[in-house]
């Protein structure tokens, strides 16, 4: 059973461009969060979904930022008109239900030059 | 707003001491995650405590659940320089279930 997979590893973008991250949660699972990690820092959380719903996005900037979990593929986080302060490593996690464990992926590093 | 407070930020013992990490909250949580991750990898998750007062064991961690289910601790003994990293507690919020993470114990072995 295929833990969470995140891609790319690692995205270089340059400030104004686009930065999008995939998530593939794991098999059976319909809950996905999405962190952010400053370096020597701890988790923050950006946004909560379920298959075709944003749960919540409490944690999300309200500009540039979106993410969405279709029926089908990937959830998706994306980040527009990258700025150097969105530098950072974003996570993401699957639950089976609300509430349940969840198991990371091993994360996407993002640097914005 | 919920929020998990860890203490201590930073650790750093000699091989073979015990230590105790504490994670406090001032709300009820239905459970609790300890959570550990290395540089430049993703959160692995220990354990996961549920039932107030609980305490598990996992080789030489031992979890304990508070019995109120608002704190939970994380014992290690005889550490090891292999138990270095981030040890981060975890729980899903009323309402939204959105997991919230601790600030996190840097964990630091010397040989």
């Known amino acids: 059973n295929a833990g969470v997979m995140q891609n790319p590893r690692h995205l270089v973008r340059r400030r104004g461009q686009e930065a999008r991250l995939r998530c593939s949660p794991m098999?059976?699972?319909?809950?996905v969060y999405w962190y952010r990690q400053l370096p020597e820092e701890g988790l923050k959380f950006m946004v909560y979904?379920?298959?075709?719903?944003?749960?919540?996005e409490s944690g999300m900037p309200k500009e540039r930022f979106s993410a969405e979990f279709p029926k089908e593929g990937p959830s998706i986080l994306r980040i527009q008109q990258v700025v150097r302060g969105d530098s950072a490593a974003y996570f993401c996690?699957?639950?089976?239900?609300?509430?349940?464990?969840?198991?990371f992926g091993q994360g996407t590093r993002l640097t914005v030059v | 707003t919920q929020l998990l407070e860890q203490s201590p930020q930073f650790l750093s013992i000699q091989e073979g001491e015990n230590l105790t990490v504490y994670c406090n909250s001032s709300?009820?949580?239905?459970?609790l995650q300890w959570y550990r991750q290395e540089p430049g990898e993703g959160p692995v998750l220990l354990v996961t405590?549920?039932?107030?007062?609980e305490v598990k064991k996992l080789k030489r961690l031992t979890f304990q659940f508070g019995d109120a289910r608002k704190d939970s601790s994380l014992h290690i003994t005889a550490a090891q320089p292999g138990d270095t990293g981030l040890y981060l507690c975890a729980g899903p919020t009323s309402g939204t279930y959105k997991y919230i993470f601790g600030t996190g114990t840097r964990l630091k072995v010397l040989a």
């Open positions: 098999k059976g699972h319909s809950h």
């Open positions: 405590v549920v039932t107030g007062g």
């Open positions: 996690a699957s639950s089976p239900i609300g509430g349940g464990e969840a198991f």
């Open positions: 979904l379920q298959k075709e719903n944003i749960i919540d």
């Open positions: 709300s009820v949580f239905s459970s």
